[in-house]
């Protein structure tokens, strides 16, 4: 190699690549990592070492204390590691200092994301938080344990999300706007005082579109207002306390009241509620994913509860698309086998072309009676309860009985999962091809082994008289 060459290799090495990447394509990578590594970049480039350079291209923030925390923490001075109470000053100090140069910073904030293992005192957090919000920031998501902070008015904010333990969080002022907040993402809140939070915030975002709430130790004092003419995406989960009762209340019982018009797609898992409202009888949904069971003690009667599930359902008997979970299945398993009254005013669902079922085989009678009332019914998905096969084998549907109308003249699609080749199994399948007058397509899905020998189990369901009109096969898929 000669010694032109050699110089020129060497000059090739120690070039400062950052030098020619504009500005635009710095900034995007930066935004993409996490705030801590991104500032290390500045001892990759004599052009990037002006921390006022490298805050300002960040146009998201994403500060971890776990990094600090847990990461590799590199050794102090006097050759010992830091200590959990050092790395966490250190991460607060780091915070503040970012937040600092940043007030220079021209250009919104597009997201800030902060994660807290750690207790911090509620200041620091609100400061911070207030800091996101001063810098017009559009995306908010804080992720923290046993943390309680304030939630400030802005004028920017499009996304906010919060998944904490035992997170408490307040309004502040009392009067607040979020002229755009479209998507609110609630997980893992204490109940205790947070409704009227939820409820102030949804009553200060007009454009909100998407709503999400998990709350556990629901208690029954703790109703729920959701009032919303814009929103059109609703996800609720409660989670009944361990003491529900309440010693200074004892008739108290928790109400869920739902007043969103432009309503789309409802999911709702709720354990502790025994009051379900919909205000608006009749609104645009298209989907519902539904599971639906009482406290470990209801203070109402059974009868009461059978009814107030029969009647939510009459509320969103005009939805398109409709999941049912195992645990819904058990209550209406109960009214029917109970003969209650309310089961008889089950409603007819007239627009419903694809209902998913997940429950046992034992619930199969029940969902006959549902879906006689199914006029409009093409897609019939039926989930194997995998707790089901502990149980002992049951029978599965026999005799004559009258032929539901989606079977006979519009159902196309049945799909099994979770098939064991139990007994009970095998004649519900047998069912539904002997008597589905319209079926076009069968599929089988099976997770484990199936019981009884695989390649009998498939010869006797395709030697199974079909009553279908049109030729179709039968598909066995893992």
């Not at 009392?174 to 947070?194: E, N, Q, Y």
């Amino acid at each position: 190699m000669t010694e032109f060459n050699r110089r020129k290799r060497c000059k090739i090495a120690n070039e400062d690549i950052f030098e020619r990447l504009p500005d635009e394509i710095l900034h995007c990578i930066l935004s993409l990592l996490p705030t801590k590594y991104a500032a290390c970049t500045s001892v990759l480039s004599r052009r990037w070492r002006d921390e006022h350079r490298w805050t300002s291209a960040l146009t998201n923030l994403d500060l971890d204390d776990t990094v600090m925390l847990y990461g590799k923490n590199k050794p102090c001075r006097d050759g010992k590691l830091r200590t959990p109470a050092e790395c966490k000053a250190m991460f607060k100090k780091f915070v503040d200092r970012c937040f600092n140069l940043r007030r220079t910073v021209p250009h919104p904030m597009q997201k800030f994301r902060l994660r807290l293992s750690g207790r911090y005192r509620s200041s620091r957090v609100d400061e911070w938080i207030f800091s996101a919000i001063r810098a017009r920031v559009e995306e908010m998501i804080i992720l923290a344990e046993d943390t309680e902070f304030r939630l400030f008015s802005s004028e920017t904010l499009v996304v906010f999300k919060v998944s904490c333990h035992q997170i408490y969080f307040h309004v502040y002022p009392s009067t607040v706007s979020f002229p755009r907040l479209k998507i609110l993402h609630l997980d893992c809140l204490s109940s205790a005082g947070d409704n009227a939070c939820i409820e102030r915030v949804l009553s200060a975002s007009p454009v909100l579109e998407e709503l999400i709430i998990e709350m556990e130790e629901c208690k029954p004092q703790d109703s729920l207002n959701v009032r919303s003419r814009s929103l059109k995406r609703l996800t609720i989960q409660f989670l009944p306390a361990f003491d529900y009762l309440d010693d200074d209340d004892p008739l108290a019982y928790r109400i869920l009241t739902l007043d969103t018009p432009s309503l789309e797609l409802l999911k709702l898992a709720d354990s502790a509620s025994e009051e379900l409202n919909i205000l608006h009888k009749r609104f645009s949904l298209e989907e519902a994913t539904v599971s639906l069971g009482h406290p470990p003690v209801l203070t109402k009667k059974i009868d009461d509860y059978a009814e107030t599930v029969v009647g939510f359902f009459g509320m969103i008997s005009d939805v398109r698309v409709l999941a049912l979970s195992d645990l819904t299945m058990e209550n209406l398993k109960d009214a029917h086998e109970l003969d209650l009254p309310c089961f008889e005013k089950f409603p007819t669902f007239w627009y419903l072309t694809r209902l998913e079922v997940e429950a046992g085989v034992d619930k199969w009678l029940t969902l006959l009676h549902i879906l006689e009332l199914c006029a409009s019914l093409e897609a019939l998905i039926f989930k194997k309860d995998n707790q089901d096969s502990t149980g002992p084998i049951r029978r599965g549907p026999h005799g004559n009985p009258v032929l539901s109308h989606c079977l006979s003249s519009c159902l196309e699609v049945i799909e099994f999962k979770n098939f064991e080749g139990q007994l009970a199994e095998i004649e519900i399948v047998e069912y539904c091809l002997r008597n589905s007058r319209v079926l076009k397509k069968m599929t089988v899905r099976y997770e484990r082994e199936i019981d009884n020998s695989k390649e009998d189990v498939i010869q006797r369901l395709l030697n199974c008289p079909k009553g279908s009109k049109y030729a179709y096969h039968i598909e066995f898929l893992p």
